[in-house]
């Protein structure tokens, strides 16, 4: 015999309230005392229950589904959007992001659907999405500076955050470090070990962040007596790290300091560092920038500058809550502190 699937009735039996209060609490109706929810939580776990979303949509008007977006450019052809989306799902920077997003949403129970937007094309297709009321709302992990995407979203009036700042003139609520700090903190930690001919390897510098990054380390490295760094612009990637270290080394072989804007290029700096016969921190001490989970795992285990990303991403996902739930009206900016995280690379 087949066991009935439990019901609202259930719910409010168990939990000793009326089916209207247990429908308020499970439609996130906000006028119903916080022991009562918990009361009525309690009573969903025990029965079972499992609300009918396709019901609960009618009531809340919601899809309950949020669109994690990662926007920027990845090329027309199929080969090269495939790549994009590959390098983005390994990216530990990525995954800290997710995670963060993830655990935020799943107490609320609201739903990530990632999509890709690298092209005009994918770029319209999310636009549609949201329009047609698939998602509640955008969180966009932006990977390119001028990414229309934002603006897109903006101009027509979608609920959106986004990781990072937004381009100019956009008025999107986002997240972000204080990315100059965070140059600065390296910059004085090198400085600190005694190092005097430093050098950085930059994300790619159409980014704002890698330019501020890039900004804070060369004023700070200025004020500790070196007002010329050299300067290797990267990929974020681990090749692209190592690319840079060897030219850096090529021309500047006297280099006893690095600061490599992600921790992947970090990586690559150590491994380029060791295959020309240099030790880490001995000969060349190096630090990056995030602190994902590649850092610590680095031989030797990496010194970098933290931002607190699962912090960073929830919070986003809290902005744009806000903006789905009618609670803000006006786009909202909130920078976080960077810290220095010391290993032993530097």
Known sequence: MTRQAPTLEDVARE?????????????????????????????????GYAPNRAARAL????????????SGAGGESEQEQSAFASRMLTDPFFGRVVGGVITFLRPRSMYPVLMFAETAEARRQVVSYLRQGSADGALVFSTHAADPLPTLLADADLPCALFARPPAGTAVSHVDVDHREGGRLAADRLAARGCRRVATVTGPLDLPAARDRLDGFQTAMARHGQPVVPVREGDFTAAGGAAAMHWLLAEHPDTDGVFAANDLMAIGVMEAAGETGRRVPDDVAVIGFDD????????PPLTTVRQPMEEMAATMARLLQEQIEGARTTPASVVFDAELVVRASA
């Open 15 to 47: 939990a000793g309230v009326s089916r209207a209060t247990v429908s308020r609490v499970v439609n996130g109706i906000r006028n119903v005392a916080p022991d009562i929810q918990d009361a009525v939580r309690e009573a969903i776990e025990r029965t």
């Open 292 to 299: 994902s989970g590649v850092a610590a795992a680095g031989r």
């Open 59 to 70: 009531v809340t008007r919601r899809a309950e589904t949020i669109a994690l977006v990662v």
